[in-house]
Structure formats: C-alpha cells, structure tokens
Nanobody
C-alpha cells in the first residue's frame, strides 16, 4: 500500500511558478509509475504528467508541455511537478497518484491517490 501527501500549492500570478511535491510512504515506491492529475471546478479530472518508475520516461498533456516538468527521487520516496509560466487555466486541485501500470496517463489505471493541493493562478 502507498500513501501519498501533496504539498506546495498556493496562489500565484499569471506567469509565475510553483513546485508541487508528493511524499509517498511505503518501501515499494520505486515500483510504481507516478502521475499528476488536476481537476478544476465543474470539470473532469485530467492528466497532467507522468513518469516511469525509474524516471527515464516522462509524459505530458499538450496543455502543459514545455511549461511543466515532472521528476522523482526514489531515494526520498518523492515526486515533483515544477510548474512555470502558469496561466489562469491551470487553476485546479492537483493530485499525485501511483500506478501499477507502466507509463499510464489514464486516471482509472492509478490505484493510489493523494488528497490534492489547490493551485490558483490569478490573472
């Protein structure tokens, strides 16, 4: 079992940056692909970024490509999302998740989820 706790959300102006962190419990963290998803009010949860279990492969939604960077540190049981050039449309609750599937971008293939952290980008 894996427990995930996100941190690093907050209020930022358009063009600003935030770094989200996700701390995982359990000694099998490096067995899981990790992903970040987000959900804005009235919208479905959507894929943002994913990283393979060793960190060698990364995947991004088109809407964040070139602005966001996902990374992981298996020694620290952590995954990160560096968000630059933020836009108001990036406003959402951001969730960290762990998957048994290799390199998944589908929410229903992620087993473990954090509680989410709010990111608000003001215009």
């Amino acid at each position: 079992q894996v427990q995930l706790v996100e941190s690093g959300g907050g209020l930022v102006q358009t063009g600003g940056s935030l770094r989200l962190s996700c701390a995982a419990s359990g000694r099998t963290f490096n067995r899981y692909s990790m992903g970040w998803f987000r959900q804005a009010p009235g919208k479905e949860r959507e894929f943002v970024a994913a990283i393979s279990w060793r960190g060698g492969r990364t995947y991004y939604a088109d809407s964040v490509k070139g602005r966001f960077t996902i990374s992981r540190d298996n020694a620290k049981n952590s995954v990160y999302l560096q968000m630059n050039s933020l836009k108001p449309e990036d406003t959402a609750v951001y969730y960290c998740a762990a998957s048994d599937y290799s390199d998944s971008t589908k929410p229903n293939e992620y087993t473990y989820w954090g509680q989410g952290t709010q990111v608000t980008v003001s215009s």
